[in-house]
């Protein structure tokens, strides 16, 4: 079956690399080879020894506890490691799901995260989040989504683009009715660790009973998409086998140097995400100030997680036309809803990235020029 464009990898391909300020990543702030070895005394003649052969197909015993630490009662037996979230998504969508099974999407969304399941020939339904309501998606609502051929509900919180993290109480409600159906939860959790206050954490999926999944990786709340790491944690040791029979034709292993700086940085990862959370926290003071100054051109909905919120446009021509003379005239990026194929009102800005106070004051000054 094919695959329609990836609409949003597509942009970012096409613009990011050439744009002067990019403000609409989804990355945290990232590291040097030299800052993340000085985290771990040694680390710099492990790395000048380390041989690069093939690497464990699952992942190499010590990035797996690694990982399986970031769990309360995972064993490095369920983790398998993949090259990037993305190649866990593609994974768990074509190895967990049949043709026909019907799949419940959080939306708007990655789009893999239903794009995958529909080229599986699956029968995915799109579960909105509600703007008016904080982009809170309805829990009524999946009630009816779902039926006898529901096979899996797809999360993803801290959630890009919205920043919307689930509250606790609508968790739980979720799981009970998920377990009540003998529904799979595959939970996009990239951006955990991130969540503006902590007490906003939840539990990870894969340390909720049952046979749900968690997906992390080394990109967002670290900031290290370019080592490529991420990985599935599951208790569903068949699943497990699966995946590991799928990744033996996708890239039978992962690249053992992104393996052995992934392991330091999990290792170091209390001083790794302090440092982001506080660009973070101190960016998202900066975008408070830059919507009550434009409240006339943007509302926003204030994220509580993660790096991206999803501000509405209330005047002008559209998102897709603003965010193309932008980027053709003053050179700073941001993405526009239509990426997500969401609608033209919308625009994904980051803040996980130390030069964003300069990339928001050259906006600013851009829309001083354009909108007075
Ligand atoms: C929600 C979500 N899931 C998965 C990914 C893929 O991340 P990666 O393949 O870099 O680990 C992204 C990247 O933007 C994302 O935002």
């Not at 942009?11 to 990232?30: I, K, N, P, Q, W």
């Not at 999944?213 to 991420?230: F, T």
């Not at 021509?317 to 919308?346: K, Q, R, W, Y």
Request: aromatic content about 10%; overall charge negative; hydrophobic content about 40%.
């Amino acid at each position: 079956m094919s695959i329609r464009e990836f609409k949003l990898e597509r942009f970012m391909a096409e613009h990011e690399f050439r744009a002067s300020y990019v403000l609409g990543a989804s990355d945290g702030e990232t590291l040097s080879v030299q800052e993340l070895l000085s985290l771990d005394p040694g680390s710099e003649n492990d790395l000048l020894r380390l041989r690069l052969g093939y690497a464990e197909p699952a992942g190499s015993a010590s990035l797996r506890e690694a990982i399986a630490g970031l769990y309360s009662g995972v064993s490095p037996d369920e983790v398998i490691t993949f090259n990037g979230a993305s190649e866990g998504i593609m994974a768990f969508m074509s190895t967990a799901l049949q043709p026909d099974d019907h799949v419940i999407v959080q939306f708007p969304a990655y789009q893999s995260l239903y794009e995958v399941t529909r080229s599986r020939g699956c029968d995915v339904t799109l579960w909105w989040m509600d703007e008016e309501k904080g982009w809170s998606p309805d829990l009524e609502v999946l009630q009816e989504l779902a039926g006898p051929a529901t096979k899996a509900i797809v999360i993803n919180s801290p959630h890009n683009p919205t920043g919307y993290q689930f509250p606790e109480s609508s968790f739980s409600a979720l799981i009970e009715f998920a377990e009540e159906r003998d529904i799979t939860i595959f939970s996009d959790e990239v951006y955990r660790l991130l969540e503006h206050r902590a007490d906003d954490r939840l539990p990870a999926m894969v340390d909720v009973p049952g046979a749900h999944v968690s997906l992390g990786d080394v990109s967002k709340a670290y900031g290290l998409a370019g080592l490529r790491i991420g990985w599935v944690a599951t208790r569903d040791r068949d699943l497990l086998g699966r995946l590991a029979r799928y990744k033996d034709y996708s890239t039978i292993c992962n690249s053992a140097p992104g393996e052995f700086f992934a392991g330091i940085a999990l290792r170091h990862r209390g001083k790794i995400v302090a440092r982001n959370l506080d660009i973070i926290r101190r960016n998202v003071g900066l975008l408070d100030d830059f919507f009550t100054t434009w409240s006339s051109l943007f509302s926003w909905v204030r994220p509580r997680g993660g790096t991206t919120a999803f501000p509405r446009l209330r005047a002008g021509e559209g998102a897709f036309a603003l965010c193309t003379d932008l980027l053709d005239s003053a050179g700073i990026l941001l993405v526009p809803g239509t990426v997500f194929e969401h609608d033209d009102a919308h625009i994904r800005f980051g803040y996980g990235r130390q030069d964003m106070p300069e990339a928001l004051e050259r906006l600013d000054g851009y829309l001083r020029t354009r909108f007075g």
